[in-house]
């Protein structure tokens, strides 16, 4: 099973920007499908982003396109998420995950997607 960790987070002021990191070991990162979520306080784990593997295809939830970015490098076996143009309702814990499947529907995407990081924290001040 691939391991995961984040790296990234912090606090910025909104219009600001962060890119977040995910670092995974112990498997074949060609064969994972990718993406992050993220749980504001109170609230449930939702999509953010996804990509495929082959890094061509990616599906963004609507409240981020325009503004967030997602790619991986298979030199690093590393998957990235721009954040541009933050909003304080942006805060929450990000995870990284993989899983065995791409979807092109972000509503497709399930909330036990696959395997998890540890989680980043993403904060965004008014």
């Known amino acids: 099973q691939t391991q995961l960790v984040e790296s990234g987070g912090g606090l910025v002021q909104a219009g600001g920007s962060l890119r977040l990191s995910c670092a995974a070991s112990?498997?074949?990162?060609?064969?994972?499908?990718m993406a992050w979520f993220r749980q504001a306080p109170g609230k449930e784990r939702e999509f953010v982003a996804g990509?495929?593997?082959?890094?061509?295809?990616?599906t963004l939830a609507d409240t981020v396109k325009g503004r967030f970015t997602i790619s991986r490098d298979f030199r690093k076996d590393t998957v990235y998420l721009q954040m541009n143009s933050l909003k304080p309702e942006d805060t929450g814990v990000y995870y990284c995950?993989?899983?065995?499947?791409?979807?092109?529907?972000?509503?497709?995407?399930?909330?036990?997607?696959?395997?998890w990081g540890q989680g980043t924290q993403v904060t965004v001040s008014s």
């Open positions: 990509i495929g593997y082959s890094g061509h295809a990616t």
């Open positions: 112990g498997g074949t990162f060609n064969n994972y499908a």
């Open positions: 995950a993989a899983g065995t499947a791409y979807y092109t529907s972000p509503n497709d995407y399930p909330p036990d997607f696959g395997s």
